[in-house]
């Protein structure tokens, strides 16, 4: 289907927007059969195929919103049974953290230095002791599958540690959040190793509207729900920036990288013990493999006060406060709007991996799509040269 419509005048001036609505196509054709359900009737995956032929985009882009927020909320849900101990008296905790929350200072208070640790300020609920490997195995019980970090299956050396799914999942899971610090366009000059920010950092990715997302601050998380921000999030790692010579100080001049630390912005409480927010570590499938998972943006909304801890991402900059409209040749609406302006309210736009098969206890493969415009790494094996030189053209 996506290679017919290549050749058509139309869909080669904008092949980028063809592999959009095609990821589109196929994250509804997942996520919503994984959200009929194992039991479904031969009439019901029937009726998913001829929507997904005939429903406009916008349509569908909705839907695998829905969809996926359905998940992210079972699973809230399944953490949320696991970790409180008393979940009345969280949502008590909760409403009295937001009424006496110091109030966000200004920028030009942060700018200048006047800057309290917004973090000691936010309140932190009681959770049960448990240790990520508790906590994980626990989600599996409630689940039927969780992640773990092991060496990878990939035989070359930067393969490192790969993603497993420990258990078992249907089609169109959520099998992984991607953690870290989200950027837009707005903000790329504060990205660490600006201009060149992928030269040591091979936990960046980018959706179709332009946002980043840095996961190198995230690691493997943690043993606790904590205060996660701030200039300790931001700073650039020590000999991220390229050594300069010729042309590389005119360069810099023009596009200098800015200190994140004089930005400023509220941390957030996040569960570090999160066990989904691991998908940085999913390996790109070497020659003879085929990837079992896809990105799939995800607009998180933040009115969602109850499951913000579970969402393992900060917004630079803040949420609401530039609205990027243009990205290359596309427009897009920002602040939490949709194409057709239901939806309402800030979001964060996240990502989410999900699975494009059913999985049992095997390795998470994810098509990098790296740009072929630029050098790519030896071990570097196109999936498909077509849909990367449609992402990046």
């Not at 790969?162 to 366009?185: K, N, Q, T």
């Not at 602040?335 to 998470?364: F, Y």
Request: charge should be negative; charged fraction near 25%; include cysteine.
């Amino acid at each position: 289907f996506v290679g017919t419509l290549a050749k058509s005048p139309t869909f080669a001036k904008e092949p980028r927007r063809l592999q959009f609505e095609a990821d589109i196509n196929r994250l509804f054709l997942y996520t919503s059969y994984n959200r009929v359900g194992k039991d479904a009737e031969e009439a019901d995956v029937e009726e998913i195929i001829n929507m997904a032929s005939k429903a406009e985009l916008a349509d569908q882009e909705r839907q695998v919103q829905e969809n996926i927020h359905s998940q992210i909320t079972n699973f809230c849900t399944s953490m949320d049974e696991i970790l409180l101990p008393d979940i009345k008296a969280h949502d008590e905790a909760l409403e009295s953290s937001q009424k006496n929350t110091t109030p966000r200072q200004s920028g030009l208070s942060l700018a200048i230095g006047r800057t309290a640790s917004a973090s000691m300020d936010l309140a932190i609920p009681e959770t049960k002791p448990l240790t990520f490997a508790e906590l994980s195995q626990r989600l599996k019980e409630l689940m039927g599958y969780t992640l773990e970090l092991k060496p990878s299956q990939i035989p070359h050396e930067q393969a490192g540690r790969g993603l497993f799914v420990d258990g078992e999942a249907d089609v169109g899971s959520v099998i992984a959040l991607y953690p870290g610090v989200i950027y837009s366009p707005a903000y790329y000059r504060y990205i660490p190793g600006y201009p060149r920010v992928d030269a040591q950092n091979p936990y960046l990715n980018t959706r179709y509207d332009g946002t980043v997302i840095n996961a190198q601050p995230w690691g493997t998380g943690g043993e606790a729900r904590e205060p996660w921000g701030q200039s300790r999030v931001y700073q650039s790692n020590p000999g991220s920036q390229p050594s300069e010579t010729g042309s590389d100080r005119v360069w810099k001049m023009l596009s200098k990288p800015l200190e994140g630390s004089r930005l400023g912005c509220n941390g957030e409480v996040l569960e570090r013990r999160n066990p989904l927010a691991l998908g940085h570590f999913a390996n790109h499938p070497t020659m003879g493999m085929d990837p079992n998972v896809m990105v799939c943006p995800y607009d998180f909304p933040l009115s969602e006060k109850g499951m913000r801890a579970y969402i393992p991402n900060i917004v630079f900059g803040g949420t609401g406060d530039v609205k990027m409209k243009r990205f290359g040749s596309f427009w897009f609406k920002s602040g939490g709007e949709s194409s057709d302006g239901q939806m309402k309210g800030p979001v964060m736009k996240s990502i989410a991996l999900v699975a494009t098969r059913s999985l049992c206890n095997e390795e998470v493969y994810l098509n990098y799509r790296l740009s072929n415009s630029k050098r790519r790494p030896l071990w570097y094996t196109p999936v498909d040269e077509e849909e990367d030189r449609r992402r990046w053209s």
